[in-house]
Structure formats: C-alpha cells, structure tokens
C-alpha cells in the first residue's frame, strides 16, 4: 500500500506548467561588489533539481509496511513541502520543471548524480543535504555557475569565494553575533560571563566568535568561565560579577540537554544575582523551557531562523494544503521545504537566472522573512547566507519573541 503510494507520489520529474515568457538573454555582464555574474537570462521555462535524503533504496518494499521508518521522514517531509509549494507556483501561472532526486540512492547519490550529468542543465539546485554532500554540491555549483541552496544545514561546507552557494539555516557565528548585539543594545551595563566547556572544539570557536565579533564591542564587564564537569562552580561564578550590578550568562554548550542542566542549577540563583541566560540556538529542542515550574524568574534567550507560528494565515495556508493532500498535520521541515522553493523560484521568475545581484530582495517570503546577504573575508564574496534570525524568550514558562 505504501510502496504504491510512494512510486505514485515520489516521480523522478514533476512538470508544473503555466504561461510561457520569452527568452531574453543579455550580454553585458553584471558586476556586483566582490565578484562579476553573466548578465541575467530570462527563459520560457526554467529546471529546478531538489536533493532531499529519502532512502528509498534502504526499504524492503515487498514486507507490508504500516508506518514508513522514522529515518525516512525528515527528507520525505521535505519533499512534501516541495510539492506544496510546486502546486502554488502553477497555479499562479509559473512554468517549471522540478526534477526530486533521493541523495540517498544507491545509484544515484550526490557523487553519481554529478557525474552522470543531469544536474548541468539546472538553473536552480536547492538542497536538504548532508556536510560532505554540500561540499560536492556547492563545488559543482561553482563549476558550472549554477545556484545552489542549502536549505537546512547552517554548515558552509568550507567554501571559499563560491558566489553559487546560499545558506538558508544562519551559521552558529551569525547566531552568537545576534545574542552578542541584544546583550550590548538592551544591557549595556550588565556583567557578561560566558561559559563554556574547553574540551568542545565547536564551543570553544563559539566563545572566540563572540570575543572576536568585529560588529560589536566586547562588554567592559566581560569575562570567561570554564565548565570542568556537569557542575557549575557557583561560588566562583560569583566571583567573577560585580553584585550590584545585572549579569547576563552566555551559555555556550551546544548539547541541549547538558545545557538543560546547567540551566537548572543556575535558577536557584537568578533572583537573588538578577541572572538571565543566553543560550546557543540548539536550544530550540528543548520541551521543558515551557514548564511554569522550572526555571522560574530566570530569563532565558536563544536565537532561532524559523518561527511556524501556526495561527498566521501563511501557516495556515501550508497547513491546509498539506491536509488536504497528504493528511494529519506537517512538520516543520515540511515549511522549510515549501519557502525554499516558493522565493528562490519567484526570484527566478522575476529576475531570471543568475539572480545574484537581487539576491536580497526579500518580497518573496512567506514566512520567514529572509535576510540574504554576501558573507565577505579580505574583501572577496565567500558565500550568501540568511543573516535573519528571531530572539526567542522564555520566562515562567511563557514564550515570546521578537
């Protein structure tokens, strides 16, 4: 039952048909700071590649499945998104080719899929893909002046002077910049103390990136606290503030449970030395920053790229649509899946392809309103990223965000 759905559901291409536009191509090439594109080409139709981790190859298809493996369900989520988002398109009179592959595949993973091709005649490569795949990826996209989004890794993959390579998910720097910036903006007379554990190479760059941020001045209250085990030294965390003075702590523990706990060892404090806490951004997993009984008194911040606030009537759109075509109620990857589809593809339309040097107009957001801006060292373009992000607060068990 379910591999007849799939086979049905899952094709190869998906044609999305509509008013044809002339094809207008220009000579003249465009110079935008840091890198020169070909001048921008509208076309009659425009090819779409989706790379999205479904693992169909990894299903004994002739047992009778009930319910799909979970490992499936993230790249499948994505792809319905897609569909979602593909369907609105047509009906606004958009003409697309949308071509789905499995990165997963046996036959044709990101490495065969190069290389056999098929992704040469794109203009448009959008990505859910893994660190290695979005090295290959972002690579070719270079290579054959293609653009390639990442949709949902915040990793660059190590690229350097690609302007083919976008990053929808900000990067754990842009997140720690964001927190750095509110501390200095909305408490500027605070003791900061950020805390971290040495034996974590990706903590220990985050503690560096909010040292070395070059947009915003380190605190005069500043220090650094090394956490040498799962138990935060309270007594030398006192030390190190001036007690009359507010004290915002950047926790700076990426494991969201192990945060978790130090959170709660920290609130029994928070009243009496006026604590609020700063998180990384993976604390968005965490269910119990919404219990009224656990942190209470004590702020607690993080930064996050996507809000569903589901009672907009955006969400409600792609909720709707997803009911109706695929029943029950979608997550989150789901809504990632339709907006990096609906903007980049409106952005085409609109501007033809490259559409670099208006990579920034954000009109075409749905939900989330993208900031899409060229990531720059020694002067050259690096990369694009979305440099959006929303504060999130937690206090007494009550969200809210700015």
């Given at each position: 039952?379910?591999?007849?759905?799939?086979?049905?559901?899952?094709?190869?291409?998906?044609?999305?048909?509509?008013?044809?536009?002339?094809?207008?191509?220009?000579?003249?090439?465009?110079?935008?700071?840091?890198?020169?594109?070909?001048?921008?080409?509208?076309k009659e139709k425009y090819k779409i590649a989706v790379l999205t981790p479904m693992y169909l190859d990894s299903v004994e298809w002739d047992k009778d499945l009930v319910h799909l493996p979970k490992f499936m369900m993230p790249g499948i989520d994505?792809?319905?998104?897609?569909?979602?988002?593909?369907?609105?398109?047509?009906?606004?009179?958009?003409?697309?080719?949308?071509?789905?592959?499995?990165?997963?595949?046996?036959?044709?993973?990101?490495?065969?899929?190069?290389?056999?091709?098929?992704?040469?005649?794109?203009?448009?490569?959008?990505?859910?893909?893994?660190?290695?795949?979005?090295?290959?990826?972002?690579?070719?996209?270079?290579?054959?002046?293609?653009?390639?989004?990442?949709?949902?890794?915040?990793?660059?993959?190590?690229?350097?002077?690609?302007?083919?390579?976008?990053?929808?998910?900000?990067?754990?720097?842009?997140?720690?910049?964001k927190m750095h910036r509110v501390i200095n903006n909305k408490f500027p007379y605070d003791n900061?103390?950020?805390?971290?554990?040495?034996?974590?190479?990706?903590?220990?760059?985050?503690?560096?990136?909010?040292?070395?941020?070059?947009?915003?001045?380190?605190?005069s209250r500043f220090v650094e606290m090394e956490l040498k085990g799962e138990e935060i030294n309270i007594a030398g965390l006192v030390k190190q503030i001036d007690t009359t003075n507010n004290t915002s702590i950047v926790l700076?523990?990426?494991?969201?449970?192990?945060?978790?706990?130090?959170?709660?060892?920290?609130?029994?404090f928070a009243e009496h030395y006026n604590l609020k806490v700063f998180c990384m951004p993976t604390m968005e997993s965490v269910k119990g920053l919404d219990k009224q009984d656990e942190l209470n008194g004590m702020p607690v911040f993080y930064t996050a790229a996507y809000i569903i606030d589901k009672i907009t009537p955006a969400s409600q759109y792609i909720t709707k649509k997803y009911k109706a075509r695929f029943g029950g109620t979608p997550s989150d990857i789901v809504y990632k899946g339709f907006e990096s589809l609906n903007f980049f593809a409106n952005l085409m339309?609109?501007?033809?392809?490259?559409?670099?040097?208006?990579?920034?107009?954000?009109?075409?957001?749905?939900?989330?309103?993208?900031?899409?801006?060229?990531?720059?060292?020694?002067?050259?373009?690096?990369f694009y990223e979305n440099k959006f992000l929303y504060l999130i607060r937690y206090e007494n068990g009550i969200m809210s965000y700015e």
């Open positions: 039952m379910i591999r007849t759905f799939l086979v049905g559901w899952l094709a190869v291409c998906s044609f999305i048909s509509a008013s044809a536009q002339k094809t207008v191509k220009e000579e003249v090439p465009v110079v935008t700071k840091g890198y020169t594109y070909p001048k921008a080409e509208r994505f792809y319905q998104g897609i569909q979602i988002a593909a369907d609105t398109l047509r009906q606004q009179g958009f003409k697309l080719e949308i071509y789905v592959h499995d990165s997963k595949s046996n036959y044709f993973n990101v490495q065969n899929l190069i290389e056999s091709d098929r992704l040469d005649s794109m203009d448009l490569i959008i990505g859910n893909a893994s660190v290695s795949d979005l090295k290959l990826l972002g690579e070719f996209a270079k290579k054959k002046q293609i653009n390639f989004i990442s949709a949902v890794s915040p990793s660059d993959a190590d690229q350097e002077n690609n302007p083919y390579f976008t990053i929808l998910q900000p990067r754990l720097s842009s997140h720690i910049e900061v103390v950020y805390l971290y554990r040495s034996g974590n190479n990706s903590e220990k760059n985050g503690l560096q990136y909010f040292k070395n941020d070059i947009l915003n001045a380190l605190p700076g523990v990426l494991d969201p449970a192990m945060a978790y706990k130090y959170l709660k060892q920290l609130q029994p339309i609109r501007y033809g392809v490259p559409f670099n040097t208006h990579i920034s107009d954000n009109s075409y957001t749905f939900i989330t309103p993208y900031k899409i801006m060229p990531i720059k060292e020694g002067g050259k373009l690096m």
